[in-house]
């Protein structure tokens, strides 16, 4: 097939879903033509070596890829991340002739104007769409803090609220990331019939069981007590600070955050002020260096607000914890907590509730060596049968083949 690929975010930013997919299907044979702008996330603003123009086009591997200009923007002005999301769109669909021909698009969804060019070719020459959702709009965008509230908030919901139902009837397929999201997407409009769940997958030839190290054990700063690394964006929805308290209160463990986001500053007075010496920050390190860092740690952490619109999300750390065969606790409701319990790969409790996910922290430091090894061989041998990159990629490929056949385009 002839396949487009359209998303706002593509390596080398680290969202790497949409430059893997592009590049298997690639390597499978069919032709992949990307449409992005140039990389700027998370940091907000151009990468080094980078300058916005139209009409840049390169090769990576097999993908051709054409980027186009946008606002960046990542930090937490709403007006200036909208700014970012709609002069994507607007730039996108200017340049939807990159993508004539094509026998059906695929959009990495959010932001939901990612959509505008692929909606440009199904109107003009009925090309056939593929949304793949990873977060719910508009409950994710009211939900992280940004939004306005009061009747402005209100007014937000509404426009958000519409905007997504559209977007799901002009999809022909739309691919969630869990059973939850879908029976959401269910509810606001899409058809039954045309959603599919398929887990997402992570970077397998970053994230895998490594050897431990002396290197990545001094980075954590361990010291011969259990070890919690939490991974990732420390931003508005994670919640970090339930951590926090509940690793203040437990004086067995050692909490480690690695990565930065616009919640490390308040996350940082938080420790302080509570006198948290055991909750240690060590900012961002290189991709590279994380499966070492995984190795490192006895257990992970998953920590989401309580929010509906995560309720029906999958963070990506999940899956980079059971790549790497390291068991979790997830402080989370919804799929995420569902997951670790009913596959056996670590423990649960309910989001932003301190004292519970410290008695999971007591629980972690308590349990046996072989037991907690038992549990990470577990979470490897799930993410290999349910969510790995040949697993995705295998049924991303049906979807994209029966949608452009329901067309006639393949």
Sequence with gaps: MKIGLISQWYPPEGVFIPGNLAE?????????RVLTTFPSYPYGRIFPGWRQ???????????????????????????????????????????????AGVDVTYVYHPPPTSIAAAAVLRLARRTPVVLHIQDLWPESV?????????????????????????TYRLADAVVVISQAMAEQVVARGADPDRVRV????????????????????????????????FAGN??????????????AAVDRIDLVLVGSGAGE?????????????????VGRRPADQMAELYAAADWQLVCLRDVPALRAAVPSKLQAALACGVPVIASA??????????????????????????????????LPDAARRELGDQARQVYQERMSLRVGVDQFEDVLT?????RGRA
Aim: charged content about 25%.
């Design 234 to 247: 420390i931003g508005l929805l994670q919640g970090i600070e339930t951590a926090i308290r509940a690793a």
């Design 142 to 166: 009211l939900g992280s803090g940004m939004a306005p509230t009061g009747r402005a908030g209100r007014t937000l919901e509404r426009a958000l609220g519409g905007f997504m139902r559209q």
């Design 265 to 281: 500053d308040a996350a940082r007075r938080l420790a302080a002020d509570l006198g948290a010496d055991n909750v240690r920050f």
């Design 402 to 406: 029966k949608v452009a056949a329901e």
């Design 333 to 366: 409701a919804g799929d995420t907590a569902a997951l670790v319990r009913s596959a056996g790969v670590g423990l649960a409790c309910p989001p932003e509730d301190w004292r519970a996910l410290a008695e999971r922290f007591v629980a972690a430091a308590d």
């Design 24 to 32: 298997q299907l690639a390597d499978r044979g069919h032709e992949v």
């Design 198 to 229: 398929i887990w997402n997958w992570t970077d397998d030839a970053l994230f895998r069981p490594v050897p431990v190290t002396e290197e990545a054990r001094a980075i954590l700063g361990h010291r011969g007590r259990t070890t919690i690394m």
């Design 53 to 99: 123009r139209w009409r840049h086009r390169e090769n990576d591997g097999a993908v051709a890829v054409q980027r186009v200009p946008a606002y960046p923007s990542h930090d937490t002005s709403a007006a200036r991340r909208a700014l970012s999301h709609l002069s994507f769109g607007a730039s996108s669909a200017a340049a939807v002739g990159w993508l």
